[in-house]
């Protein structure tokens, strides 16, 4: 259910229940930002808290109040939000914490995180444990505590789950204009993407930026997306949790390689939410989406004064998905009015200090870089430090900045190389005069990146079920469960140790001996390839340990061997890992992940990015892949996967055998609950 948080967040009234230092900063928070409303105390004992006249309780307010801070116990709290949701409050803060991790502690086994939702119903809860939220746009604070920020009158939206990172983006200094920024806490009832919904849905908002822990409900995570892509508000998402580690592998290498990470960064993909890594980053890329918006294109074109400044940002480049296309002839023709010439004309462009403090030939130098097929353009600038330092000579580039940017209608982004180079007053300049103020090449060009925005997918995640007493089929059992579904696999025999001789004397060599049971075979000495008679056959059975044997088919003129994984990830979904496979799995690490359900043109593309691609395409003249082949066995996967949603615990081929011709499973593995 989506509650209606639009009274809470926009409160035409505010009630603060309890007496501390908590909910007195509350009240004052709200006095310093100008909120116009009333503040209502709420106090059983004093008549007044932070010098504003108290009520001695809920029943004695003029009105139900549209957001309430609890700054009051756990238990009291209970009872509170019991009162406020009958009298039709519009939501509350909950500050206190000790809910969901209460239980054991209380010993007769109350949930007290149950009593708290049944005591709200419908109406809308933030938290546990939560700092409650800042709304810049109306000066309407719920927040305990000092925060950085001032009025705005539009602005991007930041929602965390932790209340101390909340605090210290608030003191950010970068000229990114913040509406709201919300914490989410223990999201005993509303969840981040609730609450990231109530913020876009206001006309004032321009993007949003998203600090998460867990994704939770991955339907409310698609409608938030798919609300933001209707709005044109676009999201930038920092998700914790790349390093933890993967879940344990007993069986497969699939379960190794497909983590949490794995999963969450295929989920955003989808849902056409950028991620990025850092909260530097966060701030800057959501400060271009607030100015400028998503960009066209990764194209781009760098200016400053400085052969050193141009080549660092060349050079940090290349870690970054943008392109510093070639000038073409009107540009050139623009530069060389502007600069004569004796300058070397290139993109990143050293346009050397010759033309500084001539604002009209540094316009036409920077329009005529922006002139060409590019989606934005930088300008770095480090500013002198204002209170040791003149920086009257640094006018300039405000002037001839902004006029480049109205002259093309492009993006132009006055980049200073360090942060503190860019002081906010002269950040809050830049953004007068048009241009879009940042701060730091490492983050600049990892916003322009992520400002591209992944193109979402229109079909819904397939959701997981718990399989009960999963169990891993056999090899041949596994094949042949995948194989109705469409995937190759080697002719086979399956045959006891007792059965060998009669086996191998009807083998088509040459063949591949395994046996049967082994996690992973190769090392544990239970794979011989390439056996050419029934001798040898014999032989290498005497070495392998088990009594349950596969005679296959071995399939030759391989081009390269293909890792096709499904993992069952409660938090995201079925995660599709395709990789580099085999022996060269681990070693190489070179993997894909997409979620199901997929297409084959995303299969198509996941295949593009690997490190082996060229390998599957023909690699200096030798053949290519069947890639048609490939993606058949990719879907037939995911045919079975969804066929058993409810069961499937994972899904593996490795290797996937890659021929000019086929794409043949030459081992399978299944992990698959009881039916029900």
């Avoid at 705005?152 to 509406?179: C, D, F, K, W, Y």
């Avoid at 079909?459 to 042949?480: C, I, R, Y």
Wanted: aromatic share 4%; charged share 15%.
């Amino acid at each position: 259910m989506t509650r209606d948080l639009g009274r809470l967040f926009r409160p035409e009234s505010i009630a603060v229940v309890g007496g501390g230092a908590w909910c007195a900063s509350v009240i004052e928070q709200c006095a310093k930002m100008g909120y116009a409303g009333p503040v209502w105390p709420v106090h059983p004992t004093r008549t007044e808290v932070a010098g504003t006249p108290a009520y001695p309780s809920l029943d004695d307010l003029p009105s139900p109040p549209d957001a309430v801070f609890l700054g009051i116990n756990r238990h009291a709290t209970i009872d509170a939000v019991r009162s406020l949701s009958a009298m039709g409050a519009g939501g509350v803060v909950c500050f206190a914490s000790g809910f969901a991790e209460a239980q054991a502690e209380t010993g007769d086994g109350t949930d007290l995180q149950a009593a708290l939702l049944e005591a709200a119903g419908d109406m809308p809860v933030l938290g546990p444990n939560c700092y409650g939220f800042i709304n810049y746009l109306d000066g309407a604070l719920l927040w305990p505590d000092q925060h950085g920020g001032q009025r705005v009158e539009r602005g991007a939206a930041i929602l965390v789950q932790s209340s101390n990172m909340a605090i210290n983006l608030t003191m950010q200094a970068r000229g990114l204009p913040l509406a709201y920024v919300l914490t989410a806490g223990n999201q005993a009832q509303t969840g981040l993407a609730e609450m990231g919904l109530a913020a876009l849905r206001d006309d004032r908002v321009t993007a949003l930026g998203m600090h998460i822990e867990g994704i939770g409900d991955i339907p409310a995570f698609e409608a938030l997306a798919a609300e933001a892509r209707a709005l044109g508000k676009p999201i930038v998402a920092l998700k914790a949790g790349r390093s933890d580690q993967a879940q344990a592998a007993t069986v497969s290498h699939t379960a190794s390689l497909a983590g949490s990470d794995a999963g969450s960064r295929a989920l955003l993909r989808r849902l056409g939410i950028a991620q990025v890594n850092g909260l530097t980053a966060l701030l800057e890329t959501l400060k271009l989406l607030h100015f400028a918006g998503p960009l066209s294109s990764n194209r781009i074109v760098s200016m400053s004064c400085s052969g050193g400044e141009a080549s660092l940002i060349a050079d940090v480049a290349l870690d970054h998905d943008v392109m510093f296309p070639p000038l073409n002839e009107a540009q050139r023709r623009g530069l060389r009015d502007a600069l004569g010439s004796m300058i070397a004309l290139a993109n990143p462009l050293d346009y050397h200090t010759f033309i500084w403090n001539d604002a009209a030939k540094m316009t036409a130098c920077f329009t005529a870089m922006l002139q060409g097929d590019v989606a934005a353009g930088i300008l770095i600038a480090d500013f002198p430090r204002p209170d040791r330092c003149d920086t009257a000579a640094w006018e300039c580039l405000f002037e001839a900045g902004g006029a480049a940017q109205k002259a093309t209608g492009k993006p132009l982004l006055l980049t200073a190389t360090l942060p503190e180079a860019l002081p906010e007053a002269f950040a809050a300049r830049a953004a007068t005069a048009g241009m879009v103020p940042m701060m730091g090449l490492e983050d600049t060009l990892t916003a322009i990146a992520a400002a591209q925005m992944p193109a979402p997918q229109a079909d819904q995640v397939a959701l997981p079920g718990t399989p009960l007493n999963p169990v891993t089929l056999s090899e041949a059992s596994a094949k042949s469960a995948l194989a109705a579904h469409g995937l190759q696999v080697p002719q086979a025999r399956q045959c006891q140790r007792s059965e060998l001789p009669l086996g191998a004397a009807e083998a088509p060599y040459p063949v591949v001996l395994k046996s049967e049971g082994l996690a992973h075979k190769t090392e544990a000495g239970g794979v011989a390839l390439n056996i050419a008679n029934p001798e040898a056959l014999m032989m290498a059975a005497d070495t392998m340990p088990g009594d349950s044997f596969l005679i296959e088919e071995m399939i030759t003129g391989a081009i390269t061997e293909l890792l096709v994984g499904v993992v069952r990830d409660p938090a995201h979904g079925f995660v599709l890992t395709l990789g580099a496979g085999g022996t060269m799995t681990e070693l190489m690490r070179d993997t894909a992940s997409l979620l199901l359900p997929t297409t084959p043109e995303d299969i198509r593309a996941a295949l593009g990015t690997l490190r082996i691609a060229p390998v599957l395409s023909g690699y200096r003249g030798r053949p290519g892949a069947d890639m048609h082949s490939i993606v058949d066995a990719v879907l037939a996967v995911q045919d079975y996967t969804l066929a058993h949603k409810d069961r499937i615990e994972e899904v593996e081929i490795n290797p996937l055998i890659v021929t000019p011709t086929r794409a043949v499973a030459a081992d399978a593995l299944i992990t698959l609950g009881e039916e029900t």
